[in-house]
């Protein structure tokens, strides 16, 4: 059966005829929709690359607005960094003020202390001398012999 399909020839519509003017009718819209589908694929293609390129360019710039967040950020930082560091120096040099000037303090107080300490012995050597009878000059006390506490000539 199968050679026997094969022996008849194809059968094609006759020219100007019902079955062939509908076949190239058909013909037509095939071509139509082959033709509209390469073109729709066309823009398909071109409308992926678009949204492609918007999408890298909509990421680059998103990119580039947290590099300059974090540089602003860094910025902002590293100046409260500065301000704090300057604040602690400023208070460094202040306490350091403050603790110079609270020793010339105590220093001109030992110096009053000491010359109170020199007056109030030059004046008990004074009464001492004046009670033994002798008037003569205050004569300093030689080392080691005892004077008053922190006195220079006193002992060491």
Do not use: C
Not at 132 to 145: D, N
């Amino acid at each position: 059966e199968y050679y026997r399909d094969r022996e008849v020839p194809p059968r094609f519509a006759i020219p100007h005829t019902f079955d062939h003017e509908l076949a190239l009718r058909w013909k037509a819209l095939d071509e139509i929709e082959k033709k509209q589908k390469e073109e729709l694929e066309g823009e398909m293609r071109a409308a992926r690359i678009k949204l492609m390129d918007e999408m890298m360019k909509a990421l680059e710039e998103q990119e580039e607005m947290l590099r300059k967040t974090e540089v602003q950020r860094r910025e902002e930082e590293w100046r409260k960094n500065d301000e704090l560091h300057k604040l602690a120096e400023l208070k460094k040099a202040e306490e350091m003020r403050r603790e110079e000037e609270r020793r010339r303090l105590e220093d001109m107080a030992k110096q009053e202390e000491q010359k109170r300490r020199q007056i109030d012995w030059e004046i008990a050597q004074r009464e001492k001398a004046i009670r033994e009878g002798s008037a003569g000059p205050l004569q300093p006390p030689a080392h080691g012999v005892a004077g008053p506490p922190n006195h220079p000539m006193g002992p060491p």
